[in-house]
């Protein structure tokens, strides 16, 4: 199985200048939930703006850069090598960004844990248009702002039709 863990504003922005816009701890343990244990696989630039490999998961960067290594991260020249190289250790992969990752991967996506985020932001990142007549939403889940999260978001599961 193939999923998408992304977190998108009402206008599809996922980033600018290769960072996120806002901060949702549950969102984050939402990720770390669904993805720990498992391979993710991201872009370079994705990788550098975590600045570590996450724990606990086969990381695998993607790169054109022939010379590029991070320790405790695999290396993939190509989406589908990554996603190759990834369904040899699990069943369950995670691509987690960045948008042209996601934009690359979307025609073998099983998968889409969304977190909704109910604020339009100005970004230079934008998360591929989905395709309604190819997903169904399985799931929604909402939660107001609070003293931790300034905006308000929602869970929602997306699987392909």
């Known amino acids: 199985m193939l999923a998408f863990v992304v977190a998108i504003a009402e ?5 600018n200048d290769n960072q996120l816009l806002w901060h ?4 984050l343990k939402h990720f770390k939930r669904l993805t720990q ?23 695998i960067v993607v790169t054109r850069q022939a010379d590029w290594q991070a320790d405790g991260c695999e290396v993939a020249y190509s989406v589908p090598d990554a996603l190759e190289q990834a369904t ?3 069943a369950e992969v995670f691509v987690i960004g960045g948008a042209e990752i996601y934009r690359q991967a979307l025609p073998a996506a099983d998968i889409i844990y969304l977190t909704e985020v109910h604020h339009a932001f100005e970004g230079d990142v934008v ?35």
């Open 24 to 27: 949702l701890p549950d969102d």
């Open 88 to 90: 040899q250790l699990d």
């Open 11 to 15: 206008n599809n922005v996922i980033g």
């Open 127 to 161: 998360f591929p248009e989905l395709n309604n007549t190819e997903w169904r939403e399985e799931s929604r889940e909402r939660h107001e702002p609070d003293e931790k999260h300034a905006y308000a978001f929602s869970f929602v599961t997306l699987r392909r039709r």
């Open 37 to 59: 244990g498992h391979p993710v696989v991201m872009g370079r630039r994705t990788y550098e703006s975590i600045g570590r490999p996450l724990p606990n998961r086969t990381n």
